[in-house]
């Protein structure tokens, strides 16, 4: 374990190393075995790089053995094993139009993966990426920030926040409702 980093009360980004390359492609997902001995599957949110670098964003689950672990026992400088790539989401590069990401809660990492891969690939030069991000709460946001580092090559990113329980008086004033009603819009 390299870093470990608090996006929101409940979900975290974990960078791990290896001393092989990473090798994935944009979306995919890893079996991560624990020092416990569970195994979860969690996919990257960062993209492939010769450094062997793997982040994983992650949300605590309440008495989970494997986000237990993660949570309150790893520290950094501990092992775990990383077995993957796997899955079949991923970022196409093949054609010409817009890109649309709809992520919920922790289901942020591969659509950050994507959105970085696509830039990555220079293909925010040319296309627009609309990234719409389903919360509980004002207080369950996170994401915007990372894209935010995508705006800096003059890609064209929108961030679209949805929160499905606003809080009685809150000054929240984005997107209500589910965010898949709020992308279809």
């Keep these: ?16 190393a290896t001393a092989a390359p990473a090798a994935f492609l944009p979306g995919q997902y890893a079996v991560v075995d624990l020092l416990n001995g569970v ?27 494997a986000t237990s672990a ?64 389903g919360a509980r709460t004002p207080a369950d946001v996170c994401g915007g920030e990372l894209l935010a580092e995508l705006v800096a090559d003059g890609a064209k990113v929108h961030f679209h926040p949805v929160v499905s329980m606003p809080e009685a008086g809150s000054t929240w004033d984005g997107a209500t409702g589910f965010v898949h009603e709020v992308a279809r819009e």
């Design 39 to 65: 195994s979860r599957c969690y996919s990257m949110s960062n993209v492939a790089n010769e450094e062997g670098v793997w982040e994983f964003i992650i949300r605590r689950v309440p008495e989970g053995r």
């Design 70 to 133: 993660l949570f309150d026992e790893l520290a950094i400088g501990d092992e775990v094993e990383i077995d993957g790539p796997y899955g079949l989401a991923w970022l196409r590069t093949d054609n010409e139009r817009d890109i649309v990401c709809v992520a919920g809660g922790s289901g942020l990492a591969p659509m950050l993966s994507i959105a970085r891969g696509a830039s990555e690939a220079g293909l925010l030069a040319t296309r627009q990426l609309h990234f719409f991000y």
């Design 1 to 16: 374990l390299l870093h470990v980093e608090d996006l929101t009360h409940d979900m975290r980004l974990f960078r791990f």
